[in-house]
């Protein structure tokens, strides 16, 4: 049965090596067409000044099991590929949040009330609100921004600020008056509710193209697929015969095809199939959030007090230090998620805003050697309330979509990413359709 099937995959970042890798596992034949020189999408390695680094800093959480099952299938190690914290939350001498070791929920509910930078008022309102998520299984009758969950649980505006505000961005790159409750309990859900090492916080030591697209292609082409690069799919067409994908290279023909490229570039890829309008109505509704990285390379002694910290009410959200995580001394990584004024400025400038906070909250006064401004535009979908996301399925029988913007429970993260390249992998099986 299995040798009737010939997977097609367009688009080499973690969706379509998850669903390419899921495949090979069952030694089902993959042939993965990559636009570019190298594998990752959004989620890749970038090499600047000799320096390697990637296309934004990124977080997992203890709960992407999948994600890290699959790094684990094709020969990573999750214990040495990543620095492994356990929850805690900094920002920067204004709140201060760490999970002791104690069985979860019981971890956080402790690490809300010990909270540094809140009244006892505010810790106790964020530990019954938790309470009350749990009660309600994490689920609502009807998904409304999180401001407004926020607001009818007493949330008032500090502690939105300083612990909901900032998780709310860093787990859906969306603002609060903009996020959906729905998806951001579901994270809180899986983060925080079940083990405690759901929710410890996993910082990579490798760049994100070794981390696990890599190492799948070296795993696929070991099961007897094919991973091309510089080899993008130029058109997706059904045919009688199954579906074709056409390259530079050619035609080939497939049982089924898993379109995994990002969301604009899929929408361009189908919009010739008329019986896939919708769907394409569909994609190109979503709206779009940016994510900025400023990498600073500052001489080798210059660190932060942890690994990951936050700021309170600056330009830079998050900054993380290379050199405490995987040894790049000197190398610091400042994050700006979701919509804001520092889209309005020129790099350089937010650069310099960035050197500016580093110097006032830390003493830095050294000068960078270098600086890297990353600016993705269309980092991740808008997790807006009630959001309709394609669904892996299409009116097509074979033709697949698979992305962090398909359906599924997750904001637009690796594991959501992940989850949508397995499930399709599985419904190429015989029997799914
Ligand atoms: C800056 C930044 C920071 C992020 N931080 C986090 C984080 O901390 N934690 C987290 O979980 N998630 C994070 N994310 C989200 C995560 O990176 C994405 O959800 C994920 O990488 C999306 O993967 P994908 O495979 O769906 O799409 P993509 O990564 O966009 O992959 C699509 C692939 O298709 C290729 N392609 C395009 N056109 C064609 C074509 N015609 N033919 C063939 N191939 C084509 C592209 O080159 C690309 O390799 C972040 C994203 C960004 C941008």
Redesign the pocket.
Known sequence: MAQELKVGI?????????AAAELASRDIPVTV????K???????GVQYNDTQL????????GC?RE?LRLIELVGGDVEQDFLRLPLQLDLHGHFSLRAPRLPAPLHLLVALLAAQGLSWGERIKAARFMLALRGMRFRLDHDMTVAELLRQHGQDADLALKLWEPLCI?AL?TPLQKASAQVLLNVLRDALNRKRADSDMLLPRID?TTLF?QRAAEYIERHGGKVHLS????AIIPRDSGIEIV?AHGGETFSHVIC????T??A??LRTIDALAETVNHIDRLEQQP???VYLQYPAHVSLPHAMIGLHRCISQWLFDKGQIGGQHGLLAA?I?AEGVHQELPQEELAQKVIAELQREFGIDTAPLWFKV?A?K???FCCSPGLRRPSQQTAIPGLLL?????AGDYP??????VL??THCARLCLPGRK
């Open positions: 367009v688009g080499g970042g973690y969706a379509g090596m998850a067409f990559e636009s570019a190298q594998l990752g999408g959004r989620a890749r990637d296309n934004g800093q990124h977080l997992l959480l992407y994600t860093a790159n994100f697209p080899n993008g799919a130029g390259s995994a490229a990002s969301p570039v899929a361009d890829l994510i900025y990285t994050v998620s990353i993705e269309r980092a991740t698979a992305g962090d913007y398909t637009a993260t690796l594991e959501g990413t949508s390249g």
